[in-house]
Nanobody, 126 residues
Framework: QVQLVESGGGLVQAGGSLRLSCAAS????????MGWFRQAPGKEREFVAA????????YYADSVKGRFTISRDNAKNTVYLQMNSLKPEDTAVYYC???????????????????WGQGTQVTVSS
C-alpha cells in the first residue's frame, strides 16, 4: 500500500519561507512522477508543481513560478517543495501526489495522479 505523508506546513509571515516534505512508502519511489497541489477554503484544488521521476524536469503553475522549487531525493523516498517569498494567497492545504504508473513525464492535473497524502496546512499572514 502506497502512503504519502506531508510535513513542514505552518504559519509564516508574508515574505517568509517554508519547506514542505512528502515521504513516500510502500513501493519503489524513484520510478514515479510526483506533484504538489493545494486547496484553499472555498476553492477548487489547483496544481502547484510537478517533477519527473529523475528530477531532471520540473513544471510550475504561473502563480508560483520563480518562488517555489520542487525537488526530490529518491534515496530518501522524499519529494520537497521549497516555498519562498510567500504571499497570503498561498494559504491553503498542500497535498503531494504520485502516479500509479512509472513514466518519464511530469503531470499537471489531479486526475492524472492516483495516490494522495493527507495534506499539510500552510498559512501566510499579511
Amino acid at each position: 500500500q502506497v502512503q504519502l505523508v506531508e510535513s513542514g506546513g505552518g504559519l509564516v509571515q508574508a515574505g517568509g519561507s517554508l519547506r514542505l516534505s512528502c515521504a513516500a512508502s510502500g513501493r519503489t519511489f524513484s520510478s514515479y512522477p510526483m506533484g504538489w497541489f493545494r486547496q484553499a477554503p472555498g476553492k477548487e484544488r489547483e496544481f502547484v508543481a510537478a517533477i519527473t521521476w529523475s528530477g531532471r524536469s520540473t513544471y510550475y503553475a504561473d502563480s508560483v513560478k520563480g518562488r517555489f522549487t520542487i525537488s526530490r531525493d529518491n534515496a530518501k523516498n522524499t519529494v520537497y517543495l521549497q516555498m519562498n517569498s510567500l504571499k497570503p494567497e498561498d494559504t491553503a492545504v498542500y497535498y503531494c501526489a504520485s502516479r500509479i504508473s512509472p513514466g518519464g513525464n511530469y503531470y499537471v492535473t489531479g486526475e492524472e495522479y492516483d495516490y494522495w497524502g493527507q495534506g499539510t496546512q500552510v498559512t501566510v499572514s499579511s
